[in-house]
């Protein structure tokens, strides 16, 4: 029999209904996401940055880096266009013990090492996980998105039961079409005997836990669910083995951690875009652009309005191929064939010519968008019509953002005269000649130098061991302003207890409010 969520205790009852009246400020919020030290991720890190600056994202944003060399450039990871920025350096864990190569422990393990070892601590009431391979299209926010008419939820309940807010108790994710696999795996062995992961039947697997980034927790609950998901994501593997697929792995191991601490999660289709032949994203936003927001980043500023019917985030995983040549096959945006070094000073910024090894193709944005939505078109001809038109909003949307956070970048840490022209290329790692992992992406390529930077950026100390003292100094800084009562910063320690914090929510309540908590108490006592 599946054990139903746990009921809501009075004190988890009242925290919901202060936080649903009063809300929590837009930066009361950390965004955080995993890499590894490479120049392949070191990009991808400052495009999500640069994309949460533009779209006005509020609170901090952390970068963890596992497996990183002994020569890791430290300080070129810390430069960012966005101000509350930071690295989190965690051991290695991807070695697994010596057997073999598995880049999938550096997630759960390392969120798992920051929230109980980030200097200084983190504070702020709800915490985001993403993937490094996204951009930001519109802020995320604690209480949720504005207009709550643009919520899109596919599941079992009546929509008006489900809520994006995040609070004590009441986590949110993006649906995933990841199943109910783990259901039928030996839950009593990887969550222990007992545990009320072992009760969660396939409809509830799907309702509550089919989900993945960007996951949105209350801070104490992604301690506990994330303390799990890094114990269970070794045992699915000692336990399951090769029957489970590497990512997803991964993915279940979060499912039964949540499932252990009997969190179900709302799992909303709202938050992101990523497979354009998948259901439960985002894409009725897109397919019906002209309905909703009209923003079209191929054919205007890929700058979007607030607030509006769009989806939160992109998710850039695979290849978009939304312009297709008869001769020479498809203009392609892929991750893999983004140069390492599109940051460097002196590098050229990538443009619109793509090469995949059977010679370069040049687009314009507008091309990109009419070759893309034209009947005729040899993209339409040999995919859905809508499948055509989500590429072409999705490269856009994704490169236009890419090239002006290079610009960005540029303009913040190098030194006048830097390259501004568009004319790089986008190159399939067989054109870059670069070797690539068991994954498919780029070892190596042109890394990144710090040749042209300002003076000041250019002689900054890169080691491991003069960032954590910066760490350390930042956070003395925080704890001299909160115990001086001029606490400018929300990585002031947190309070003690959800007492304390319900005890903080009534000293700012409206008179008018206390009488409603009151008969509120009682009803539910």
Known sequence: TTRMPRPLSRLSLLVFFFSSVLGLPDDDIHIVFSTDCSGYQNWQAEALAYSALMVGQK??????????????????MRRSSYPNYHVHITPKFSLDEGREYFPYYNKPLGVDHWIKNAVPAVSQSVVVLLDPDMVFVQPIRPDGIKNKDYILYTGRR???????????????????????????????????????????????????YALGPPYLLHREDAKKVWDAWAKFVVRVREVEGRKVADMLSEM??????????????ERLDHFMVSNHRAEGEAWEFIDKLEEFSGHNPCLGSHHPPADAALP?????????????????????????????????CKAKVPGWTSDDGRGPITVSPEEIWRSATSPDSQCSKKHRPTDCKRQAWVACQVHKTIQESILAYKEKFCKPGYVKEKEGSLLHPAVMNVKVDPYGAPLSGTKQTREGLKDEYAHED???????????????????????????????????S?????????????????????????AIG
Not at 59 to 76: K, L, Q
């Open 59 to 76: 609170g901090h944003i952390t970068r963890i880096v596992s497996n990183c060399p002994p020569d890791a450039d430290f300080a070129m």
């Open 158 to 208: 009546e929509k008006s039961e489900v809520t994006d807010a995040v609070t004590l108790g009441h986590p949110v994710g993006q649906q995933y079409l990841i199943g109910s696999t783990w259901v039928n795996f030996k839950r009593d062995l990887i969550c222990g005997a007992g545990s009320a992961c072992t009760t969660v039947d396939h409809g509830a697997a799907h309702e509550y």
């Open 252 to 265: 279940y191991a979060y499912c039964l951690g949540a499932a252990h601490h009997e969190l179900p999660h």
């Open 312 to 344: 939160l985030l992109v998710h850039y995983p695979g290849e978009v191929i939304p312009y297709m040549d008869p001769q020479k096959g498809g203009w392609k945006f892929h991750k893999k064939h983004m140069p390492h070094n599109i940051y460097d």
């Open 462 to 496: 890169g080691s491991k061991e003069y960032h954590l003292k910066l760490q350390q100094k930042e956070a003395n800084t925080a704890i001299g302003d909160a115990e001086s009562g001029n606490d400018k910063s929300s990585f002031a320690y947190p309070l003690e």
């Open 498 to 522: 959800d007492e304390n914090n319900l005890a903080a929510y009534a000293v700012i309540l409206l008179p008018t409010l206390a009488g409603v908590c009151l008969i509120l108490y009682r």
